[in-house]
């Protein structure tokens, strides 16, 4: 815990050492308003003009409000990575990515952990197939119920009493250390006075913006990172700050930034990851008229994967019928991480199946699950030929 503390202050110093470098004449430290499009005033004192703003104030965690009743055993992500000794229990309330995560770490490092969700939502996936595996696989190692009926939640002493209706519908009641609340996150725009500018908002108070200019609806005024409630994961967020800082540099004369194929991922065992359009998107898009098909791989029977004694998960590719472009993939898996870049960067290129068939691969490796997959794919889609069982063209087991 020691050099997880430490590691993390080294991420986070580097962060401060680009904000102590910017000269002392550039920046003002402070809480800025907005008065109007143009004007800001920080700490209430010190009133700025600007020619063009940029919004990047992120995000924070959020909960129910009647969860503030809990005090000091309401915690978020952050404060699990102050810990110096191990709680005996908690509960974690949303198995989005954070909650899975450190849920799942909580779990094998020998707390007593329930994850509770709402809806039946298991991580980033839409996929209801993936989603499903994905729910069985984690409830085998841990309680998890995505679709949970708490019933009672208070604080008694320094311990929190919840009664709840498990999976059978059996009402149930247990006592934890700790509730750690990985409910979504909240764009830092509620603060900033910002009904006193034109942007406009959605639904849930935040500005909209272009996603190619990160442009609101005031030309003069940007957003980026999680403040924009778009895509927030951190590689995303600094191309959004590039995007929305060269434009605020050269406005008038904005240009459309560069976006990239999307890819998402949680580092649980075994890891989760989206790539390009997810199965949601594209059955919204081209479901109606049925122009896509899916390949499927089960990682359970993969060569390597058995080898390594990691041979659980599945893998769904999805291509559209006619063109045979791949447009996106959901997976969980054995180093999903990786294979989520190999097909994030075939998405980016619009690289059809039959093109990505004919990369190499090597053998063993897990890779060769995504080749089976492809193959489905390709066959699906009536661009190749029937999978034949037990092919042997690449090695035994692949």
Not at 47 to 61: H, L, N, Q, Y
Not at 183 to 203: H, Q, S, Y
């Given at each position: ?31 800025a308003k907005f008065i109007d ?101 984690f409830s085998e190692e841990f ?15 320094d311990k929190v009493h919840i ?236």
């Amino acid at each position: 815990m020691d050099r997880v503390k430490r590691e993390r202050d080294r991420f986070v110093g580097f962060v401060l050492e680009g904000v102590d470098d910017i000269p002392a004449e550039d920046k003002v430290a402070g809480y800025a308003k907005f008065i109007d499009n143009n004007t800001l005033v920080v700490d209430g004192h010190t009133r700025i003009e600007a020619k063009r703003i940029v919004i990047a104030t992120g995000s924070r965690p959020t909960w129910p409000a009647p969860w503030n009743d809990l005090g000091d055993r309401l915690i978020v992500n952050d404060d699990v990575f102050e810990w110096d000794d191990l709680p005996g229990s908690v509960a974690v309330f949303g198995p989005g990515v954070i909650g899975l995560e450190l849920g799942q770490s909580l779990h094998r490092l020998g707390v007593d952990v329930k994850v509770f969700g709402v809806g039946g939502q298991v991580g980033p996936l839409t996929d209801p197939t993936v989603m499903a595996y994905a729910d069985k696989a984690f409830s085998e190692e841990f309680y998890l119920d995505a679709d949970a009926k708490v019933e009672e939640m208070v604080r008694e002493g320094d311990k929190v009493h919840i009664r709840y209706l498990d999976k059978q519908g059996q009402p149930q009641r247990m006592e934890v250390d700790y509730v750690l609340a990985a409910t979504g996150r909240r764009p830092n725009v509620d603060k900033l006075d910002i009904e006193n500018t034109n942007i406009e908002l959605d639904a849930r108070g935040v500005p909209t913006a272009d996603p190619y200019t990160m442009q609101t609806s005031v030309p003069s005024i940007f957003i980026s990172g999680d403040a924009s409630n778009q895509i927030p994961l951190l590689h995303e967020a600094a191309d959004q700050g590039r995007i929305a800082g060269d434009n605020a540099g050269r406005f008038p004369d904005i240009r459309a930034g560069l976006r990239r194929s999307k890819i998402a991922a949680v580092f649980s065992d075994p890891q989760i990851a989206m790539v390009g359009e997810s199965y949601k998107e594209i059955t919204e898009r081209l479901g109606k008229c049925g122009c896509f098909e899916t390949g499927v791989v089960s990682f359970e029977n993969q060569g390597r994967s058995r080898v390594m004694l990691r041979n659980k998960g599945i893998l769904h590719v999805y291509g559209e019928q006619g063109t045979g472009r791949f447009l996106g993939a959901e997976m969980m898996g054995p180093n999903a991480e990786h294979l989520a870049h190999l097909l994030a960067w075939a998405h980016q290129n619009q690289m059809t199946i039959s093109q990505m068939l004919d990369m190499p691969f090597y053998h063993p490796v897990i890779e060769e699950g995504v080749r089976t997959a492809l193959r489905d794919l390709n066959a699906k889609l009536h661009l190749g030929p029937e999978m034949i069982k037990h092919c042997l063209d690449c090695g035994p087991g692949c």
